[in-house]
C-alpha cells in the first residue's frame, strides 16, 4: 500500500512541470535548439536551431489610406500561438517582436499588425513561446525594412501642378535685327507649360538661359521649343549667333 501512495505522489510531481498547454514535457523541450549566452537588444536570450528548416519572416508593407502602413508578416516553417505565449519552447512556434528604430513597440499574435506614420525602420523578430528568440548561425530570426513617410502621411499628397493643354505658344519672328513682337516679359505661373515658336530669316540657335534648353533654327522654318516652368525666377530668351534677346520669361 506504500509503494502505490509513493508512485502516486512520483506522477503528481512529474505533472507540475510546465510545457506548452495541449503537449508533453518531451514534445516541449525535445527538438527545440540550443539556448545561448548571447542576448538580443530586449535581453532576451537566443536559442539557436539549425539553418535548415528554421522559421523565416518577410516583412510586406503597404500604405494606410488614413495614414501610416499596413504591415504583413509573410512567415514560412512559422506558426503564431498566441494561446500558448509562456509556455515551453517548440520549433516553428511563438510570436514576433515589432521593434521601431531599433527599440521594441509591440508583441505580433498575428500576421497583420498597423504602424502610425512617421519615417523609420521597422524590424520584427521571431521568439519562441518561452520568450527566447529563434536564432540561425548566432542571429536572430526577423526581418527589417524601411519605410518612408512621403508615402504615408496622414495627408494626402498635394497633386502636382498642371497647366491647361496645350499650354501656351509664343509665336516670335526676327528679321535682320528685328525681333515681333518686340521683346518684353512673360508672366507665367510654376508648372505652367510653354511653346516658343520661333521663325529666323537665318540660321541660328534659339537658347533659353537658366533652362539650358537650346533648339537650332533653319532659315525661314518655324522652330518650337517646348518646355515647363519648373523654377521660379526670371529666364532670357535669345538667339546665340546674332546675339537678339528675344522676350524674357518671369516664372513665379
Same mark, same amino acid.
Given at each position: ?22 503537449? +508533453? ?22 536559442? #539557436? ?6 522559421? +523565416?519572416?518577410?516583412?510586406? &508593407?503597404?500604405?494606410?489610406? #488614413? ?9 514560412? !516553417?512559422?506558426?503564431? &500561438? ?25 508583441? $505580433?499574435?498575428?500576421?497583420?499588425? @498597423? ?8 524590424? %520584427?523578430? $521571431? ?7 529563434? =536564432? ?8 527589417? %525594412?524601411?519605410? +518612408? /513617410? ?13 497647366? =491647361? ?18 521683346? /518684353? ?23 533659353? @538661359?537658366?533652362?539650358? !534648353? ?11 521649343? &517646348? ?6 525666377? $526670371? ?6 549667333? /546674332? ?10
Amino acid at each position: 500500500m506504500l509503494a502505490v501512495v509513493l508512485a502516486a505522489a512520483g506522477c503528481g510531481g512529474r505533472a507540475t512541470t510546465h510545457h506548452k498547454p495541449g503537449t +508533453s514535457h518531451q514534445e516541449a523541450t525535445a527538438g527545440s535548439g540550443t539556448l545561448l549566452a548571447a542576448k538580443d537588444e530586449g535581453g532576451h536570450r537566443l536559442r #539557436e536551431v539549425p539553418a535548415e528548416g528554421a522559421p +523565416s519572416v518577410r516583412v510586406e &508593407t503597404r500604405p494606410d489610406t #488614413e495614414g501610416g502602413w499596413n504591415i504583413h508578416l509573410a512567415v514560412e !516553417r512559422f506558426r503564431f &500561438t498566441p494561446e500558448s505565449v509562456g509556455g515551453g519552447a517548440i520549433p516553428g512556434r511563438g510570436y514576433a517582436r515589432l521593434l521601431v528604430d531599433g527599440k521594441e513597440t509591440d508583441r $505580433l499574435y498575428g500576421p497583420w499588425h @498597423h504602424v502610425p506614420p512617421g519615417t523609420r525602420t521597422l524590424t %520584427v523578430r $521571431l521568439h519562441a513561446d518561452d520568450h527566447t528568440a529563434w =536564432a540561425v548561425a548566432g542571429r536572430p530570426v526577423e526581418s527589417t %525594412v524601411a519605410l +518612408s /513617410s512621403a508615402s504615408a502621411s496622414t495627408a494626402p499628397e498635394p497633386p502636382a501642378p498642371t497647366a =491647361a493643354a496645350p499650354g501656351r505658344t509664343v509665336e516670335i519672328v526676327v528679321d535682320g535685327s528685328s525681333v515681333q513682337p518686340p521683346p /518684353s516679359r512673360i508672366e507665367l505661373k510654376k508648372g505652367e507649360r510653354i511653346t516658343l515658336r520661333v521663325t529666323s530669316d537665318r540660321a541660328d540657335t534659339l537658347h533659353v @538661359h537658366g533652362y539650358d !534648353r537650346e533648339l537650332p533654327l533653319a532659315p525661314g522654318t518655324p522652330g518650337s521649343l &517646348t518646355l515647363t516652368a519648373d523654377r521660379t525666377g $526670371l529666364f532670357e530668351v535669345e538667339t546665340h549667333d /546674332s546675339g537678339l534677346l528675344l522676350t524674357q520669361l518671369v516664372v513665379r
